[in-house]
């Protein structure tokens, strides 16, 4: 098992399993998910592809500098910000190809969920400020959100560690042997304002 990450705040979790032979490695299946102030976001099954969700939030990451355009969604309760951003992306409305295109663009940031198979049932948002960041989390069509409150950057700087951790293979090995705990965790405890202590897995 390795971690990137403080799972009290935000964290990714993941294994690596052992390539049956050195053809197989660059497929790299393992398995992954999220802590997301303590809760764990995603479905932790084996034979997960990996870089199915490094390809994800690799994308994810490019809509960083956009996350904070919208600094009144710092002060909207969660339950707002994921209506708002969630009928932008996924509303079945009247609105024209050129205005569905400029929504996507607009709020698209502000969703952080990867679409894959691993974390479908989940919606993640995070909305950023000069001084402070939000998480927030449910399932699929939940009214109950959780929220954590990160440093500016924090959601960031742990995809990005676990990016580098899968490219360098600091996990514990390379992708035919076994793997090792990694952990890189910020300072500070998680402020939170919602959320339980499980999720689905």
Partial sequence: MALV???ARFAIEF???PAP???AAPWMFGRTRWWCGGTAVGRYEPHT???DVTRALELILTGEPDRTRRPDLLELPAADVARIVG???YADSERSDAQI???GSHYGPFFVSPRTSTFDLWDVFVVEGLRSARLMWCPVGSAEIGECELRPGEFAGV????LQAIRSGEYGGDPCGQ???HLASGPGDANRRGGGESGLA
């Fill in 5 to 7: 990450g403080d799972p």
């Fill in 15 to 17: 294994e690596v399993e």
């Fill in 21 to 23: 032979d050195p053809e």
């Fill in 49 to 51: 592809v990996l870089p």
């Fill in 87 to 89: 009928q932008a992306l």
């Fill in 101 to 103: 295109a400029a929504d």
């Fill in 159 to 162: 995809l990005a560690g676990f």
């Fill in 179 to 181: 793997t090792a705990v």
